[in-house]
T-cell receptor, first 112, second 115 residues
Framework: KNQVEQSPQSLIILEGKNCTLQ??????????LRWYKQDTGRGPVSLTI?????NTKSNGRYTATLDADTKQSSLHITASQLSDSASYIC???????????FGAGTQVVVTP | NAGVTQTPKFRVLKTGQSMTLLCAQD?????MYWYRQDPGMGLRLIHY???????AKGEVPDGYNVSRLKKQNFLLGLESAAPSQTSVYFC??????????????FGPGTRLTVL
């Protein structure tokens, strides 16, 4: 069973609207959680990295939150743009420099 | 700075054929990784290397071999390709010394189809 579960699998949103993606994990011990953006045909690119002591972190219109007690994270996209169409992957690391556990990703499609 | 590059970008093999995927990085990173990405699944680690001349098995190593003869290159070999190895392969590199939380930088991927 995957230790990192993401929901929804996919979503379609109108340009300019907001959306929130969810990530639940069971990885233990926990060191940090990352959100990656993967454009079609490209490799993943890091958006944010949070440790267990951080509740929220922003990168432009992307805001990630973390609740280490419930082992949940979310990624909020504000005022979506067509360029936000991509797969968003939640990644959890058990140690600060350890191997990564990848979620399957949420495919986001932004329509005009 | 090209970052992480992979060759080839696409490849079609017949069952039983062999091939080598090449990964190169120009960031002087110590660590390098090979992942595979399949539909509906997260990236899975095949093999990794923590330095020149060293390699280690990841989560799904069977059917693959790797070599790291030079710090900047990491090769992934398929000795006898099988249809189950049809996938998109990503190489990544990182520096646990210089990058916070050992952030990994990914290449553009190689799409491999085994018929």
């Amino acid at each position: 069973k995957n230790q990192v579960e993401q929901s929804p699998q996919s979503l379609i949103i109108l340009e300019g609207k907001n959306c929130t993606l969810q990530c639940n994990y069971t990885v233990s011990p926990f060191s940090n959680l990352r959100w990656y953006k993967q454009d079609t045909g490209r490799g993943p690119v890091s958006l944010t990295i949070m440790t267990f002591s951080e509740n929220t972190k922003s990168n432009g219109r992307y805001t990630a939150t973390l609740d280490a007690d419930t082992k949940q994270s979310s990624l909020h996209i504000t005022a979506s743009q067509l360029s936000d169409s991509a797969s968003y992957i939640c990644v959890v690391s058990a140690y600060s420099w350890g191997k990564l556990q990848f979620g399957a990703g949420t495919q986001v499609v932004v329509t005009p | 700075n090209a970052g992480v590059t992979q060759t080839p970008k696409f490849r079609v093999l017949k069952t039983g054929q062999s091939m080598t995927l090449l990964c190169a990085q120009d960031m002087n990173h110590e660590y390098m990784y090979w992942y595979r990405q399949d539909p509906g699944m997260g990236l899975r680690l095949i093999h990794y290397s923590v330095g020149e001349g060293t390699t280690a098995k990841g989560e799904v190593p069977d059917g693959y071999n790797v070599s790291r003869l030079k710090k900047q290159n990491f090769l992934l070999g398929l000795e006898s390709a099988a249809p189950s190895q049809t996938s998109v392969y990503f190489c990544a590199s990182s520096s646990p010394i210089r990058e916070p939380y050992n952030e990994q930088f990914f290449g553009p991927g190689t799409r491999l189809t085994v018929l």
